[in-house]
């Protein structure tokens, strides 16, 4: 029985307690709050139901509890149910009915976790969209993985997920990005608004070679040149490696193709039509603070120009046009005005402004021996994605990213993430694959077949916990893709990794010399299969391996 049954259960059970005693059963939740609670003597779960509704029905919570205990008591699987405090009321289930988790586990495999509660919807999700100016930094890499994770959590719920790149190929970064090429083929120093770095002397001495004639044709064809081959082969090493790290797209949008289209155009002149565009001092605004936003937005400036929230606005009605229930964008921690200008742009267009979902990720800072790292060998300036898969590796560099809510700026100290010991928590979670996976290996090599386990046989402390850990993950999965939060599959496994850790320190799995094999060996063979599937289906979550041994 998971929490998602006992929920069922529960609320069927007071909805017939309810009704025998003529109280109206319409002010039961939809679904009911079940919990573990903190101290595992007070019972396998708790609710607080009969709190939650006795004043609604004219009754005491502590009555209510009672008559939900007698009633649950006498039901299938429930082993006891008590009443705490005010009115909460504590539930041991029967050991046959919580083992059965194992049996659920096994038998849908891969599948353990997915729901339904994102069925029909299709979602545009775009990260990264780092602008092809350089590699991609520690901010970018954090939205690769988070993004990517992101993504197939929402997909394990139904939902059909658009993996999405803005690649911002039009605007004056580009004219930086094409000029301070052209600086460092002639071997002055980059322009003061330009780029520097190993890289740009390499990406220019490439364009030379595409094209030994660049420096000697006039100066406007020159920079089409740098601008064109350079903005590509830039572009080709960040998809390659993205794609390296885990991470690929489905679309690649180039924000130029909204300019050369006139999609830009068109949505201005829609705003206008309107009448949700007014023009002052020779530009156009956005009246963006009619619908929430803190002011108002110039979409055209005054020497006749676009600004960049033009093609914003254009992007997000291509995104609809595409049928986009919900657009998700993931920027970067100095990019909290677009909340309220992409939520107004919406509005503006008259669509529901909660089509749009911006997530704001905070700064990344690397650290070795307490002190931040501040140079990369290629960037010059700041440390990029190359630079930590080559220092802690591309699972390390996931999980590291994914693990901490996007809220919250992190320090990666790369002593602990590359460490072989139980304070990793990616080498925590993936050791506790791997010595399962030894334990099959070692079944399979004595010729153990589990089959009918005796899951009632698994009563110890640490066998349940270890049941009830695994009955979680369906609802971890549907919190953290409900709450776009996938740093709670992270913390999930390595609370599943340290059920596991001691559920192996206290019970012996295989016989041992001539021992015979017994119910008891299968049973908790088979928990341990169930243990390795749903750390296997977490991890992949992330994008990170689940490694056999180690």
Same mark, same amino acid.
Request: charged share 25%; proline share 4%.
């Given at each position: 029985?998971?929490?998602?049954?006992?929920?069922?259960?529960?609320?069927?059970?007071?909805?017939?307690?309810?009704?025998?005693?003529?109280?109206?059963?319409? !002010?039961?939740?939809?679904?009911?709050?079940?919990?573990?609670?903190?101290?595992?003597?007070?019972?396998?779960?708790?609710?607080? !139901? $009969?709190?939650?509704? $006795?004043?609604?029905?004219?009754?005491?919570?502590?009555?209510?509890?009672?008559?939900?205990?007698?009633?649950?008591?006498?039901?299938?699987?429930?082993? @006891? $149910?008590?009443? %705490?405090?005010?009115?909460?009321?504590?539930?041991?289930? $029967?050991?046959?009915?919580?083992?059965?988790?194992?049996?659920? /586990?096994?038998?849908?495999?891969?599948?353990?976790?997915?729901?339904?509660?994102?069925?029909?919807?299709?979602?545009?999700?775009?990260?990264? @969209?780092?602008?092809?100016?350089?590699?991609?930094?520690?901010?970018?890499?954090?939205?690769?993985?988070?993004?990517?994770?992101?993504?197939?959590?929402?997909?394990?719920?139904?939902?059909?997920?658009?993996?999405?790149?803005?690649?911002?190929?039009?605007?004056?970064?580009?004219?930086?990005? @094409?000029?301070?090429?052209?600086?460092? *083929?002639?071997?002055?120093?980059?322009?003061? =608004?330009?780029?520097?770095?190993?890289?740009? *002397?390499?990406?220019?001495?490439?364009?030379?070679?595409?094209?030994?004639?660049?420096?000697?044709?006039?100066?406007?064809?020159?920079?089409?040149?740098?601008?064109?081959?350079?903005?590509?082969?830039?572009?080709?090493?960040?998809?390659?490696?993205?794609?390296?790290?885990?991470?690929?797209? =489905?679309?690649?949008?180039?924000?130029?193709?909204?300019?050369? @289209?006139?999609?830009?155009?068109?949505?201005?002149?829609?705003?206008?039509?309107?009448?949700?565009?007014?023009?002052?001092?020779?530009?156009?605004?956005?009246?963006?603070?009619?619908?929430?936003?803190?002011?108002?937005?110039?979409? /055209?400036?005054?020497?006749?120009?676009?600004?960049?929230?033009?093609?914003?606005?254009? +992007?997000?009605?291509?995104?609809?046009?595409?049928?986009?229930?919900?657009?998700?964008?993931?920027?970067?921690?100095?990019?909290?005005?677009? /909340?309220?200008?992409?939520?107004?742009? %919406?509005?503006?267009?008259?669509?529901?402004?909660?089509? !749009?979902?911006? #997530?704001?990720?905070?700064?990344?800072?690397? !650290?070795?021996?307490?002190?931040?790292?501040?140079?990369?060998?290629?960037?010059?300036?700041?440390?990029?994605?190359?630079? #930590?898969?080559?220092?802690?590796?591309?699972?390390?560099?996931?999980? *590291?990213?994914?693990?901490?809510?996007?809220?919250?700026?992190?320090?990666?100290?790369?002593?602990?993430?590359?460490?072989?010991?139980?304070?990793?928590?990616?080498?925590?979670?993936?050791?506790?694959?791997?010595?399962?996976?030894?334990?099959?290996?070692?079944?399979?090599?004595?010729?153990?077949?589990?089959?009918?386990?005796?899951?009632?046989?698994?009563?110890?402390?640490?066998?349940?916990?270890?049941?009830?850990? #695994?009955?979680? +993950?369906?609802?971890?999965?549907?919190?953290?893709?409900?709450?776009?939060?996938?740093?709670?599959?992270?913390? +999930?496994?390595?609370? #599943? *990794?340290?059920?596991?850790?001691?559920?192996?320190?206290?019970?012996? /799995?295989?016989?041992?010399?001539?021992?015979?094999?017994?119910?008891?060996?299968?049973?908790?063979? %088979?928990?341990?299969?169930?243990?390795?599937?749903?750390?296997?289906?977490?991890?992949?979550?992330?994008?990170?391996?689940?490694?056999?041994?180690?």
């Amino acid at each position: 029985m998971t929490p998602a049954d006992l929920a069922e259960l529960l609320r069927g059970t007071a909805a017939k307690v309810l009704a025998e005693r003529g109280l109206d059963v319409s !002010v039961l939740p939809e679904t009911l709050t079940v919990e573990r609670p903190r101290n595992p003597e007070h019972g396998d779960y708790a609710t607080n !139901v $009969a709190m939650q509704v $006795a004043k609604k029905v004219g009754t005491n919570p502590r009555e209510l509890a009672g008559w939900l205990a007698d009633a649950l008591t006498a039901a299938a699987g429930i082993d @006891s $149910a008590d009443i %705490a405090g005010p009115g909460f009321l504590n539930i041991r289930l $029967a050991a046959d009915a919580q083992g059965a988790i194992v049996a659920k /586990i096994l038998e849908a495999g891969t599948a353990f976790g997915s729901g339904h509660t994102l069925d029909g919807k299709k979602i545009n999700l775009e990260f990264v @969209s780092a602008n092809p100016t350089g590699p991609i930094h520690l901010g970018g890499t954090r939205w690769a993985a988070v993004g990517d994770a992101l993504g197939r959590i929402l997909s394990t719920q139904g939902a059909a997920v658009t993996r999405e790149y803005y690649f911002n190929d039009h605007g004056a970064q580009i004219d930086r990005f @094409s000029r301070s090429l052209i600086a460092a *083929a002639k071997g002055e120093p980059a322009p003061e =608004d330009g780029y520097a770095g190993a890289y740009i *002397a390499d990406i220019a001495t490439s364009v030379q070679q595409q094209r030994p004639d660049v420096l000697d044709l006039p100066a406007g064809e020159q920079q089409e040149v740098f601008r064109a081959i350079g903005v590509d082969l830039m572009f080709a090493h960040i998809k390659r490696t993205l794609h390296e790290f885990g991470v690929d797209f =489905d679309v690649y949008f180039h924000e130029n193709s909204l300019f050369e @289209s006139g999609a830009v155009e068109k949505a201005v002149e829609t705003l206008k039509d309107s009448g949700n565009l007014f023009q002052e001092d020779g530009a156009w605004w956005l009246k963006s603070t009619d619908f929430g936003d803190d002011k108002d937005r110039v979409v /055209i400036k005054s020497d006749g120009n676009a600004a960049y929230i033009a093609g914003d606005i254009a +992007y997000f009605q291509d995104k609809r046009s595409r049928g986009f229930d919900l657009c998700i964008y993931m920027l970067g921690a100095d990019h909290h005005g677009y /909340i309220g200008r992409l939520k107004a742009a %919406a509005a503006a267009f008259g669509d529901d402004p909660d089509t !749009v979902e911006v #997530l704001i990720g905070q700064m990344v800072n690397l !650290v070795r021996d307490g002190v931040a790292v501040k140079m990369s060998k290629r960037a010059g300036t700041v440390i990029t994605l190359d630079d #930590l898969v080559e220092a802690i590796g591309v699972d390390a560099s996931r999980y *590291a990213m994914i693990r901490s809510s996007v809220d919250s700026s992190i320090d990666i100290d790369l002593e602990l993430w590359t460490s072989t010991g139980n304070e990793n928590p990616v080498y925590y979670v993936q050791y506790a694959h791997a010595r399962l996976s030894a334990i099959a290996r070692n079944a399979a090599d004595l010729g153990i077949a589990v089959t009918d386990p005796d899951f009632s046989l698994l009563t110890s402390e640490q066998e349940g916990d270890l049941i009830r850990t #695994l009955g979680e +993950y369906p609802r971890v999965v549907t919190s953290a893709a409900n709450l776009r939060e996938p740093h709670r599959i992270a913390r +999930y496994l390595e609370e #599943l *990794a340290g059920a596991y850790h001691r559920f192996y320190g206290a019970c012996r /799995i295989l016989p041992q010399g001539d021992e015979e094999v017994g119910p008891l060996h299968l049973a908790r063979l %088979a928990l341990c299969d169930a243990s390795r599937q749903v750390l296997a289906n977490g991890l992949a979550l992330l994008g990170v391996s689940a490694p056999e041994q180690m």
